[in-house]
């Protein structure tokens, strides 16, 4: 596994402006920690589109005609009962149930699906114990870089990040 | 005198206007959320622990009421054979508009991009989730033979029973458990990314590990943050339909009747402003009380109490409306039993109530078009409280006006409530406080994360 160099910002504007610009400035950044959503880093980094919206719908679709088709069987042809000439198949009546169980297995398959893709529960992430991770839930901001295996670049990327406005640099093992 | 109350709250712009100078800096905003629960030694709890007291002592004489209901039968209440709802069915529908309002908020509020929500969803929340569930313990308690309330549920039986898919019963015990479920979720994802901050914040083990727990392993990763903003805007999607959807639903089980006042399409939205309007109200108490005893005076300003009370502003002149809609309707309906229904509620045994009503929901918040009255933290509370007491009003009224006052004359009785009706009612308040504390104590009452991103982008030019 290669080695990570955490670098802790207290600005977020060069902090931002770091991340943007590691490409020209030769060190690759693995992950961006902070303490409310950058929207404009995630492109940066090329993370895959999430899929926690179409399984919701998926779910939720499922969940609904399952509702509606137990509805049905139960009404119309598993004990038929007929209460004042009523339509055994009472859509309008019957709507509700499909509705509130669709929505809430919807929240269901996104909650299971948020897990998935944010890798959760990971309760012994080895970043914990790491010096200069623990201001990213707070008030930091934290790079994650590549360490590069030769002494002078690091040390050169370490500058580098300096220059940008780090304020620790820490190397970790992942 | 500080700046935020020399310059009125519209004229500063952006996202300052929602926070005092001493709230406008990340650590600041983690130091007056966190500081309460972890450092535990520099802070007092004596207002808290004599709250507990007195909830705890409320939360008992609502078990033994709701033990002597399961033991001796809804008899011990004031319902008779004419009336025969009365105070479980109304603390049902006041407790569940409340418990509205929290998503209402969440929600709603974040769909329209109103950042100042930052600061009170979490307890809103919170509120939502244990109004909701006290709301669905009274129609269980209200039930003839709540032994059987399980046959709500489809489940393979040797009985060959199935639930009756066309019964309001059925439609509420459905709303009411996707809703609160789906409550819990949209509120435990919330919390996540703040339980994270708590954990890293925690000065000894024990809390470390309850939070880390409770985080998951939280990181704050740039692709983390990606997958929770899409779930969480998702999940506000679907709570908006389906908050409205429950109110909805307990309207229809008055309008789906033949009772006079009982028949009107005007409910389900009239039911759905009613909650908005009592939640918002309740939202606003506990804001108070939260900001008094928490010293959140640099997060949660008087700027959000003017907000919030313009909304409720709104909310009573909507009320009043259908106050008026439904005495037209009645009128120019040209029905006998309507129109004596409406003199009845004026004029008959419920009518200085009626008028208590009509002056707490409609009269008293129009003191809000008063900008100095909406950033009166004391001004709002109180008015909160009134209204609250005013849509309580409401909801015993709508039943007992109609039951005691339906087409068969000979029929006509009055409901007379026990000691058991207070209790319970009262009874229920005490569960929820008792919830509600126990909640401030382990829980962080701001959504951090929420309000960190608030001040970010007040700083950012």
Same mark, same amino acid.
């Given at each position: 596994?290669?080695?990570?160099?955490?670098?802790?910002?207290?600005?977020?504007?060069?902090?931002?402006?770091?991340?943007?610009? +590691?490409?020209?400035?030769?060190?690759?950044?693995?992950?961006?920690?902070?303490?409310? *959503?950058?929207?404009?880093?995630?492109?940066? @980094?090329?993370?895959?589109?999430?899929?926690?919206? *179409?399984?919701?719908?998926?779910?939720?679709?499922?969940?609904?005609? @399952?509702?509606?088709?137990?509805?049905?069987?139960?009404?119309?042809?598993?004990?038929?009962?007929?209460? +004042?000439?009523?339509?055994?198949?009472?859509? *309008?009546?019957?709507?509700?149930?499909?509705?509130?169980?669709?929505?809430?297995?919807?929240?269901?398959?996104?909650?299971?699906?948020?897990?998935?893709?944010?890798?959760?529960?990971? @309760?012994?992430?080895?970043?914990?114990?790491?010096? +200069?991770?623990?201001?990213?839930?707070?008030?930091?901001?934290?790079?994650?870089?590549?360490?590069?295996?030769?002494?002078?670049?690091?040390?050169?990327?370490?500058?580098?990040?300096?220059?940008?406005?780090?304020?620790?640099?820490?190397?970790?093992? *992942? | 005198?500080?700046?935020? #109350?020399?310059?009125?709250?519209?004229?500063?712009?952006?996202?300052?206007?929602?926070?005092?100078?001493?709230?406008?800096?990340?650590?600041?905003?983690?130091?007056?959320?966190?500081?309460?629960?972890?450092?535990?030694?520099?802070?007092?709890?004596?207002?808290?622990?004599?709250?507990?007291?007195?909830?705890?002592?409320?939360?008992?004489?609502?078990?033994?009421?709701?033990?002597?209901?399961?033991?001796?039968?809804?008899?011990?209440?004031?319902?008779?054979?004419?009336?025969?709802?009365?105070?479980?069915?109304?603390? %049902?529908?006041?407790?569940?508009?409340?418990?509205?309002?929290?998503?209402?908020?969440?929600?709603?509020?974040?769909?329209?991009?109103?950042?100042?929500?930052?600061?009170?969803?979490?307890?809103?929340?919170?509120?939502?989730?244990?109004?909701?569930?006290?709301?669905?313990?009274?129609?269980?308690?209200?039930?003839?033979?709540?032994? %059987?309330? %399980?046959?709500?549920?489809?489940?393979?039986?040797?009985?060959?029973?199935?639930?009756?898919?066309?019964?309001?019963?059925?439609?509420?015990?459905?709303?009411?458990?996707?809703?609160?479920?789906?409550?819990?979720?949209?509120?435990?994802?919330?919390?996540?990314?703040?339980?994270?901050?708590?954990?890293?914040?925690?000065?000894?083990?024990?809390?470390?590990?309850?939070?880390?727990?409770?985080?998951?392993?939280?990181?704050?990763?740039?692709?983390?943050?990606?997958?929770?903003?899409?779930?969480?805007?998702?999940?506000?999607?679907?709570?908006?339909?389906?908050?409205?959807?429950?109110?909805?639903?307990?309207?229809?089980?008055?309008?789906?009747?033949?009772?006079?006042?009982?028949?009107? /399409?005007?409910?389900?939205?009239?039911?759905?402003?009613?909650?908005? %309007?009592?939640?918002?109200?309740?939202?606003?108490?506990?804001?108070?009380?939260?900001?008094?005893?928490?010293?959140?005076?640099?997060?949660? /300003?008087?700027?959000?109490?003017?907000?919030?009370?313009?909304?409720? #502003?709104?909310?009573?002149?909507?009320?009043?409306?259908?106050?008026?809609?439904?005495?037209?309707?009645?009128?120019?309906?040209?029905?006998?039993?309507?129109?004596?229904?409406?003199?009845?509620?004026?004029?008959?045994?419920?009518?200085?109530?009626?008028?208590?009503?009509?002056?707490?929901?409609?009269?008293?918040?129009?003191?809000?078009?008063?900008?100095?009255?909406?950033?009166?933290?004391?001004?709002?509370?109180?008015?909160?409280?009134?209204?609250?007491?005013?849509?309580?009003?409401?909801?015993?009224?709508?039943?007992?006006?109609?039951?005691?006052?339906?087409?068969?004359?000979?029929?006509?009785?009055?409901?007379?409530?026990?000691?058991?009706?207070?209790? #319970?009612?009262?009874?229920?308040?005490?569960?929820?406080?008792?919830?509600?504390?126990?909640?401030?104590?382990?829980?962080?009452?701001?959504?951090?994360?929420?309000?960190?991103?608030?001040?970010?982008?007040?700083?950012?030019?």
């Amino acid at each position: 596994m290669t080695q990570l160099l955490l670098a802790e910002f207290t600005d977020q504007r060069r902090f931002v402006e770091a991340a943007r610009r +590691g490409r020209d400035a030769q060190y690759r950044v693995v992950e961006v920690y902070t303490p409310y *959503p950058l929207e404009e880093l995630h492109d940066e @980094l090329s993370h895959r589109e999430s899929r926690i919206r *179409p399984v919701m719908f998926v779910g939720g679709v499922l969940t609904a005609a @399952l509702a509606y088709g137990l509805e049905y069987y139960s009404a119309a042809i598993n004990y038929p009962y007929n209460s +004042g000439g009523r339509p055994l198949d009472a859509w *309008p009546a019957f709507m509700l149930v499909p509705f509130a169980t669709g929505i809430l297995v919807a929240a269901v398959c996104g909650f299971a699906t948020f897990l998935f893709e944010a890798r959760l529960p990971y @309760l012994s992430n080895p970043l914990f114990a790491a010096d +200069g991770y623990g201001g990213a839930t707070q008030d930091r901001f934290v790079l994650a870089i590549e360490c590069p295996q030769d002494g002078d670049d690091r040390s050169a990327v370490t500058k580098r990040l300096s220059d940008f406005g780090a304020i620790s640099i820490q190397q970790v093992e *992942p | 005198m500080t700046m935020a #109350l020399t310059i009125p709250a519209e004229r500063t712009a952006g996202p300052e206007r929602w926070t005092l100078p001493e709230a406008r800096s990340l650590e600041a905003v983690n130091a007056i959320v966190a500081a309460p629960l972890l450092e535990r030694s520099s802070w007092s709890w004596r207002a808290w622990w004599i709250g507990l007291c007195v909830s705890l002592a409320a939360t008992m004489a609502f078990l033994v009421t709701v033990f002597l209901v399961f033991d001796r039968g809804i008899g011990i209440w004031g319902v008779n054979s004419t009336v025969v709802w009365g105070f479980a069915i109304a603390d %049902y529908v006041w407790w569940i508009g409340i418990g509205n309002a929290g998503t209402l908020i969440s929600s709603m509020l974040l769909l329209m991009r109103q950042s100042w929500r930052a600061s009170t969803n979490r307890f809103a929340e919170a509120m939502t989730l244990f109004a909701a569930t006290i709301a669905g313990i009274f129609p269980i308690v209200h039930l003839g033979r709540p032994i %059987y309330f %399980y046959w709500l549920t489809p489940y393979p039986n040797t009985m060959h029973l199935w639930p009756q898919w066309r019964s309001a019963l059925i439609w509420d015990f459905w709303a009411i458990l996707s809703y609160i479920l789906f409550s819990i979720l949209f509120w435990y994802v919330g919390l996540i990314p703040d339980f994270a901050t708590m954990r890293d914040r925690a000065q000894t083990r024990a809390p470390a590990i309850f939070y880390g727990a409770l985080a998951l392993g939280w990181c704050g990763s740039s692709r983390q943050w990606h997958v929770y903003e899409k779930l969480h805007l998702a999940l506000a999607c679907l709570g908006v339909p389906l908050v409205v959807s429950l109110h909805s639903v307990v309207g229809m089980d008055f309008a789906a009747s033949l009772m006079p006042g009982w028949q009107e /399409t005007i409910f389900p939205p009239y039911f759905v402003v009613g909650a908005m %309007y009592s939640g918002f109200a309740m939202v606003l108490c506990l804001a108070a009380l939260v900001r008094w005893g928490f010293r959140m005076q640099g997060l949660i /300003t008087t700027a959000h109490f003017d907000v919030m009370a313009k909304v409720m #502003l709104a909310a009573s002149i909507i009320m009043g409306l259908s106050y008026a809609t439904e005495w037209f309707n009645a009128w120019y309906g040209g029905q006998h039993a309507d129109r004596s229904l409406v003199a009845f509620e004026f004029a008959g045994h419920y009518a200085p109530m009626f008028w208590a009503l009509l002056l707490c929901n409609v009269v008293i918040p129009q003191a809000f078009w008063s900008s100095a009255i909406r950033s009166n933290v004391i001004a709002v509370f109180v008015i909160s409280v009134i209204i609250n007491i005013g849509m309580w009003l409401e909801r015993i009224l709508i039943i007992w006006n109609t039951l005691s006052h339906d087409y068969l004359p000979s029929a006509w009785r009055m409901f007379l409530p026990t000691v058991w009706d207070w209790l #319970l009612t009262f009874g229920s308040l005490g569960l929820f406080a008792l919830m509600f504390l126990l909640f401030v104590r382990i829980i962080p009452v701001v959504s951090m994360h929420e309000v960190r991103k608030l001040v970010a982008e007040g700083q950012s030019p």
